[in-house]
């Protein structure tokens, strides 16, 4: 099977989230267990990606979207993240630089969702019922992320009480 730069740029993407994870929970030992498990969906679509799967595809957008949106719409950890990186620049130094993790991880997410809809839209065969799969594994990706807080992390699940209300 020919790889082309695209899924290899999905994995990498893929690939580069799961560092930021390891070093995040290097940082913050209350959640190892929990990146360990965030992570499977990421290694999985890589992957999945590399091996040109539909699947993969689905999988790589749906975590990448998934994580764009509870780290930049349910929170502000995008926003505080990129927040430092400015004060940084413009004043050489940040008052929370564990935020600072928050930018290579939304440029990773960021990518693999990118990535994953371009590896997608390459194939030869794409149907309607593609959709379908792209829902499924959405859906299937959210609850394994709050089923994965449940267990890990239930401080986390306060981002979501807003959707319950």
């Not at 794409?126 to 992320?145: C, M, N």
């Amino acid at each position: 099977m020919i790889r082309n730069k695209t899924d290899v740029a999905a994995a990498i993407c893929a690939a580069a989230f799961v560092v930021v994870l390891a070093v995040s929970a290097y940082w913050d030992r209350s959640i190892r267990v929990l990146h360990v498990f965030e992570s499977l969906p990421y290694i999985a679509a890589a992957i999945l990606c590399l091996r040109r799967s539909k699947v993969g595809y689905a999988l790589g957008a749906a975590s990448g979207a998934s994580w764009l949106w509870m780290a930049g719409f349910l929170t502000t950890f995008i926003r505080n993240g990129f927040q430092r990186l400015l004060m940084l620049y413009r004043h050489g130094g940040v008052d929370r630089p564990d935020l600072l993790i928050a930018v290579p991880a939304a440029i990773a997410t960021g990518g693999l969702l990118l990535f994953s809809v371009a590896g997608y839209a390459r194939l030869p065969h794409k149907s309607w019922r593609d959709l379908g799969l792209l829902a499924a594994v959405l859906v299937g990706v959210l609850l394994f992320f709050i089923v994965m807080f449940g267990a890990f992390a239930p401080r986390y699940l306060a981002m979501f009480q807003r959707l319950i209300r």
